[in-house]
C-alpha cells in the first residue's frame, strides 16, 4: 500500500466515536413496539460505516463485532425479526464493546478484554440465528445460507485473464467458501462467495489484482439468477456500467458524496434565482449538477480507499478544524479588536471636519471587527446536546440497577456554550444526574405511596439568561430533609441554628467532607462530593444554586459565563491603575454618606448598605497604591457579593464596561494573591481582573 | 537549574558560542543568544502589588502578557531609571517569556571555550551557581550567566513555588 493510512486514523476515530454515540442515542429513542424504519435504518448505517472504516483500517477486532451487529441489524429492519427490549440490551452493550475497542486502539493501549466481545458476539449471533431458519428457509436463495457471521457476495469479473486471477481465487478460497457460478470463455467469471470478511476488506484484496473497474461485487441479496444475467447485460450493453452496482453498494460513501453537491446545487439554484433570476444562475446549477454527476463514479471506482477518506472532506456543511488553529484564530482577532480600539482612541482627538473620511473608515472598521470577533467567538460554540446527549444511558442503567422507573426530560439541547465549558461541565452534570436519580427520586413503591406517579421525572434544561448560561437539573423526588441536613451539620461541628433560611440550609450539603455516605443513603440528602461540583463550576467562572422542597423535589441550578476567553467586566480607577471587576459579582456601586461608615475594634471598617454592615474593604490599600482618596465618602463602594457573602471595595471612580479577553498571568508569570487574570486595554496597557472570591474571603478574615 | 540546560550551556567545542552582552552598572554580563526573543524599549508597564521591587509589572507584548524583572535593581547594579533608553531584553527560557531590564545592551560576541574560564569562588548578590563562566576577550571580562536557572530560581519569584 503506498499511501500513509494512519494520517487517516484520526478521523476515522472521530467519526467512528460519533457513529457510536448516534447509534446510541437511536438506539434509546426507539420504540420496541413500533421501530421507525427510518430509525432503524440510520442504526444500521451508523454501524455499516463503522463496519467499513475498521476494515479499511485494518482493525479488525472492530469489523468482526460490528459484522455481527449488522447481520441483526439488518434482519430487524428488513422485518425478519421482531424487535425486542433484550436485543436494544445487547446493542448497547455491543456499542460499549466497540467503545472500548476503538479507546483501545486510539490510545494504543491494552486491547479489551476476548471474553467479553466472544460473549457479545455469541449473543447476537444467536439472536440473528434464532428466528431466521424457520423463517425464511423456504425462500430458495438461503439454500446454501451462510452462516450467521458471513456475508455472501456476488462477484463478477470482466476481461480478465484467468490466469491472471488464480492466485485471487486461491486467496479468496482461504478466506470463504468460493462457488465458481458462470465461466464464459476465459474473460469472464463470475462467483458466488461466502466470507466473514467485510465488503472493503475483499474489495481491497481484489484491488491487488485486478482493477476495480474490472470487478461487479454484490451483496448477498441480490438473487444470483438475476444477479448474472444483471451483470452480463452490463457487460454487454456499455462499457462504463459495471461502476453502478459497485457504487451502489458503497452507500454512505455514495451517499455522502452526493448529499452536499445536491445540497449545494439547491443553494445555488436558490441563490441564482433570488439574485439574478436568469441565465447566469441556471448556467451555475448545471455546472453544480454536472459536477454532482460526475462525483459518485469517480471517487468509488479508482480507489475504495477515498470513500472512507470522502466523509471527513465532504462531510455536510461543517468540516474538521483542530482546536488550536480556532483557538489561535480567536487570539488574534483579538488582537486585532485591541488595535482596533487603539485607532480608536488616537482618531477620537481629530479635528471631524478635517478627517471626516478617516473617522468614517474607522466607524467601520469597529463594526466590522466587532462583527468579527462574534463570528469567530461563535466557531467554539456548540449546543449543549453534546452533554445532554449522554444521559439517557446513564438515565437508564442507572435507574435498571436502581429498579426505580425514570423519565429523562431534557430542553433547551441547541443551547450554545464554549466548546472548553462543555467539556468542563460535563463532569459535574453526570454527578448532578447521578445523585438525583440516587437520592432524589424515590422507588416506584415509595412514590406510589406518596401518592405520586410511579415513574419519576429528570429535567435537564439549558437556557440563556443575559450572558450567562443557566443549566437546571431538576427532579421530582423526595426533596431534602431540612433537620437532617442540620442535624449532621451539628454532628460535623458546622456551625448551625435551627432559624437558618432553608437556602442556608441548602448551602451546607456544598461544605467539603459534609457529605459522607452515611449521610447519604437512605436520606435524601444528597451530596457525594457535591463540594466537587461546586468547586468544579466556580473553577469556570459559575455559580451552583440549589432549591428543594420537601416532597416535591429539587432543583440545581448551574450559571456559567457563555465563554472562558470573554468577560464583561466594570473597570475601575484607583491611583493611576485600572482594574477590572467581573460584572457579574456587582450587585450596585454607590457613595456612602460619611456616617454610613464606622469602624469596628477601630481598625475594621464596615459600611452600612440599608441596614446591612457589609465588611469595607479598600483595593488602595490591598494592592499598596497612591490612591487619589482615601475617605470612602469622596470615592465609589461597589458592593459585591461572591458564595453568598457580600463585602464593600473601595475604589476612586468607576471608568467603564467592557467585554475584556482574559489573559492568564500564569502563562509567563505565577498566580497573584487577589488577581484572577489580567486583560489588554484599548489603549494597550495592561490591566488586572480583580478575584471576587479571594477578596471577598479576605474581607471576611 | 535543570541538567540539560546546564549542559547546553557547557561550552563543548571551539567553533564557540555566540552571547549577547549587556551591561549593568559597570559590569559586563553576556547571555546565551538562543534565550533571546527580541529587544523592546521599556514602557507601559503594569505594577503588580505585593511583589518585590525588582519585578516591575507585566507588560502586553503583542497580546502576551509578560512579566518584567530589573536586574539592576535585583543585583544592585547601575540606577534604576527609566526613560526612552531603557532596554529590554525579551527571552524565551523554560517554555516562557520573560522581559529583564539592563542598563544597556553592548553587541553579540563569539566567544571559545578557550576564551571561558571558570568562575571562582566568590560571594557576591549573583549566586555563583548561575555563573557559567567568565569570558575575556581583549581587556574586556563577560560574565556568562545561565539565565533561564536564574530567571526560574525562586529568589527571582516568577514562578509558583
Known amino acids: 500500500m503506498t499511501v500513509d493510512m494512519s494520517q487517516f486514523y484520526e478521523v476515522f476515530f472521530e467519526e467512528a466515536a460519533e457513529h457510536l454515540a448516534s447509534m446510541e442515542g437511536l438506539l434509546l429513542k426507539l420504540d420496541i413496539d413500533a421501530p421507525d424504519a427510518d ?115 456476488h462477484l463478477a469479473f470482466k476481461r480478465v485473464a484467468k490466469s491472471k486471477l ?57 438473487d444470483p439468477a438475476e444477479f448474472a444475467r444483471d451483470a452480463f447485460g452490463f457487460f454487454e450493453g456499455n462499457p462504463g456500467a459495471p461502476e453502478a452496482p459497485l457504487v451502489a453498494e458503497e452507500d454512505d460513501g455514495f451517499g455522502l458524496f452526493v448529499s452536499p453537491a445536491e445540497l449545494k446545487s439547491q443553494q445555488e439554484a436558490d441563490d441564482g434565482f433570488g439574485l439574478f433570476e436568469d441565465a447566469p444562475g441556471t448556467e451555475q446549477i448545471k455546472q453544480v449538477e454536472a459536477t454532482a454527476d460526475a462525483a459518485p463514479i469517480k471517487p468509488a471506482a479508482p480507489t475504495p480507499k ?244 420537601t416532597g416535591t423535589g429539587t432543583t440545581v441550578t448551574i450559571r456559567l459565563p457563555l465563554t472562558l476567553a470573554i468577560l464583561d467586566g466594570m473597570s475601575v480607577a484607583v491611583g493611576n491603575e ?82 475584556v479577553v482574559i489573559k492568564s498571568l500564569e502563562t509567563n508569570f505565577r498566580k497573584v494573591r487577589g488577581i484572577s487574570a489580567a486583560t489588554i486595554m484599548g489603549d494597550g496597557k495592561v490591566a488586572l481582573i480583580l478575584d471576587m472570591v479571594a477578596l471577598v474571603r479576605m474581607a471576611r478574615k | 537549574m535543570s541538567e540539560p540546560s546546564m549542559s547546553s550551556a557547557q561550552i563543548s567545542n571551539d567553533a564557540g558560542r555566540e552571547f549577547l552582552t549587556f551591561t549593568l552598572g559597570n559590569e559586563e554580563y553576556g547571555i546565551d543568544i538562543l534565550k533571546v526573543q527580541e529587544i523592546r524599549g521599556y514602557d507601559a508597564v503594569t505594577h503588580i502589588a505585593n511583589t518585590p521591587a525588582f519585578i516591575k509589572g507585566v507588560i502586553n507584548l503583542r497580546g502576551v502578557i509578560v512579566p518584567i524583572v530589573d536586574l539592576r535593581i535585583k543585583f544592585n547594579l547601575g540606577t534604576a531609571e527609566y526613560n526612552p533608553f531603557t532596554v529590554v531584553i525579551i527571552l524565551n527560557v523554560a517554555g516562557r517569556v520573560i522581559g529583564i531590564v539592563v542598563d544597556g545592551v553592548s553587541d553579540v560576541t563569539i566567544l571559545s571555550s578557550a576564551q571561558i574560564k571558570p568562575p571562582p569562588e566568590l560571594t557576591s548578590s549573583l549566586d555563583t551557581q548561575f555563573i557559567q563562566g567568565l569570558g575575556t576577550m581583549d581587556d574586556r571580562m563577560i560574565i556568562l550567566i545561565d539565565i533561564e536557572a536564574l530567571l526560574m530560581s525562586p529568589a527571582l519569584e516568577l514562578i509558583d513555588a
Not at chain 1, 460584572?583 to 448598605?609: C, F, M, W
Open chain 1, 39 to 153: 430509525e432503524l435504518n440510520a442504526i444500521f448505517r451508523a454501524a455499516h460505516s463503522i463496519k467499513g472504516g475498521s476494515g479499511t483500517f485494518g482493525f479488525t477486532d472492530m469489523t468482526g463485532v460490528t459484522h455481527i451487529l449488522e447481520n441483526l441489524l439488518d434482519k430487524i429492519r428488513k422485518g425478519e425479526l421482531a424487535l425486542r427490549q433484550e436485543m436494544i440490551d445487547v446493542f448497547l452493550e455491543a456499542g460499549d464493546v466497540l467503545k472500548a475497542q476503538l479507546d483501545a486502539h486510539r490510545s494504543g493501549g491494552e486491547s479489551v478484554d476476548e471474553a467479553r466481545i466472544a460473549s457479545v458476539c455469541a449473543v447476537l449471533a444467536k439472536m440473528t440465528s434464532e428466528e431466521t431458519a424457520p423463517a425464511t428457509s423456504s425462500t430458495p436463495r438461503q439454500n446454501a445460507a451462510p452462516s450467521a457471521d458471513k456475508t455472501r457476495f
Open chain 1, 306 to 549: 477515498s470513500t472512507a477518506a470522502a466523509p471527513a472532506n465532504t462531510e455536510g456543511a461543517s468540516i474538521r478544524v483542530s482546536v488550536e488553529k480556532v483557538d489561535q484564530l480567536i487570539n488574534l482577532v483579538g488582537e486585532l479588536v485591541i488595535t482596533q480600539a487603539m485607532l480608536a482612541q488616537t482618531t477620537a482627538n481629530v479635528d471631524p471636519t478635517l478627517y471626516e473620511v478617516l473617522l468614517n473608515s474607522v466607524a467601520q472598521l469597529e463594526r466590522n471587527t466587532r462583527d468579527l470577533q462574534e463570528s469567530v467567538m461563535s466557531i467554539r460554540m456548540m449546543p449543549i446536546s453534546f452533554v445532554f446527549s449522554r444521559f439517557p444511558r446513564v438515565v437508564r442503567d442507572v435507574a435498571n440497577k436502581l429498579g426505580k422507573q425514570v423519565e429523562l426530560r431534557t430542553i433547551g439541547e441547541g443551547t450554545e456554550l464554549d466548546k472548553g465549558l462543555i467539556e468542563k461541565i460535563a463532569d459535574p452534570l453526570t454527578h448532578l444526574v447521578r445523585n438525583s436519580l440516587d437520592h432524589g427520586i424515590e422507588s416506584p413503591e415509595k412514590r406510589i405511596a406518596a401518592g405520586k406517579d410511579p415513574k419519576g421525572t429528570l429535567t435537564l434544561r439549558a437556557s440563556h439568561q443575559g450572558g450567562n448560561i443557566v443549566i437546571e437539573v431538576s427532579d421530582d423526588g423526595g426533596g431534602l430533609s431540612r433537620e437532617r441536613i442540620l442535624a449532621k451539620a451539628k454532628e460535623k461541628g458546622i456551625p448551625v441554628s435551627d432559624s437558618m433560611t432553608d437556602q442556608e440550609v441548602w448551602l451546607l450539603i456544598f461544605a467539603p467532607g459534609f457529605s459522607t455516605a452515611e449521610v447519604v443513603t437512605d436520606v435524601s440528602g444528597r451530596g457525594v462530593g457535591m463540594d466537587v461540583v461546586k468547586r468544579n463550576i466556580e473553577g469556570m467562572g459559575g455559580r451552583v444554586e440549589l432549591d428543594s422542597k
Open chain 1, 578 to 659: 485600572v482594574f477590572i471587576i467581573p460584572l457579574n459579582y456587582i450587585i450596585e456601586s454607590l457613595q456612602p454618606a460619611e456616617h454610613d461608615v464606622k469602624t469596628v475594634a477601630s481598625e475594621g471598617r464596615v459600611v452600612n448598605v440599608r441596614g446591612e454592615y457589609l465588611p469595607l474593604m479598600a483595593v488602595h490599600s490591598l494592592f499598596n497604591i497612591k490612591p487619589k482618596t482615601t475617605d470612602p465618602s469622596k470615592g465609589i463602594l461597589v458592593i459585591i457579593e461572591s458564595d453568598g457573602n457580600k463585602a464593600a471595595l473601595l475604589v476612586d471612580e468607576l471608568v467603564g464596561q467592557h467585554q
Open chain 1, 166 to 222: 488464480e492466485n485471487l481465487l486461491r486467496e479468496l478460497a482461504e478466506n470463504g467458501d468460493l462457488k465458481v457460478q458462470e465461466e464464459s470463455g476465459n474473460e469472464h467469471l463470475s462467483l458466488m462467495f461466502d466470507t466473514t470478511m467485510s465488503e472493503t476488506d475483499l474489495l481491497e484484496l481484489i484491488q491487488y489484482v485486478v482493477s476495480l473497474k474490472q470487478v461487479v461485487l454484490a451483496t448477498g441479496e441480490i
